[in-house]
């Protein structure tokens, strides 16, 4: 019970925080620039609808399935397609986001979906202290960044958490292993 408990007071901090440096930047620069980069949050938060239910349907299936052959292929399957549905959120969002943004919300998009599968594939496994350490892996070096290189243009923003992803993504890889 433990564990269920710091893993959603872990997801409230992340939550919490990542509001709080929203909040902040829409203060740090003009409704302008943040009415530009308000469209790049909305095409962020549709990129992860690309999943359609695949992460809880491998929570599902995994907790069902009793042949162990079946679950290593259940989570292949999972990340295979959850990399492949990267790869084309990445570029239809490299070709649809503001131009001045739109490398960076590609890969901010693309690598929410990826963070997401890893951190599922952990928890079918039990090892919710490792999906902790992909969340924490993400919004610790990005509020480490936003906080110190003080941020003043949604471009910065956009670029530390593109990085800060990036790096989550590396430890959600080497969690899985």
Avoid at 46 to 69: D, I, M, R, Y
């Amino acid at each position: 019970m433990r564990k269920y408990i710091l893993f959603t007071c872990i997801r409230y901090f992340e939550f919490g925080l990542f509001s709080i440096m929203v909040f902040l930047l829409a203060k740090r620069i003009s409704p302008a620039e943040y009415g530009v980069a308000a469209s790049s949050f909305i095409l962020i938060t549709l990129s992860a609808f690309l999943l359609l239910g695949g992460n809880q349907a491998l929570v599902k299936l995994h907790s069902k399935e009793q042949v162990t052959e079946n679950k290593n292929y259940l989570i292949l399957y999972n990340l295979g397609s959850n990399l492949l549905t990267s790869i084309v959120a990445f570029i239809v969002l490299i070709n649809i986001a503001e131009p001045l943004f739109a490398f960076n919300v590609a890969t901010i998009g693309a690598c929410k979906i990826i963070v997401e599968s890893v951190a599922t594939i952990n928890r079918v496994h039990q090892r919710f202290n490792r999906v902790n350490l992909v969340y924490l892996a993400n919004i610790i070096p990005f509020s480490i960044l936003f906080f110190t290189v003080d941020i003043k243009s949604a471009l910065g923003f956009f670029q530390c958490w593109s990085f800060s992803l990036l790096f989550s993504l590396l430890v959600g890889f080497i969690t899985i292993y």
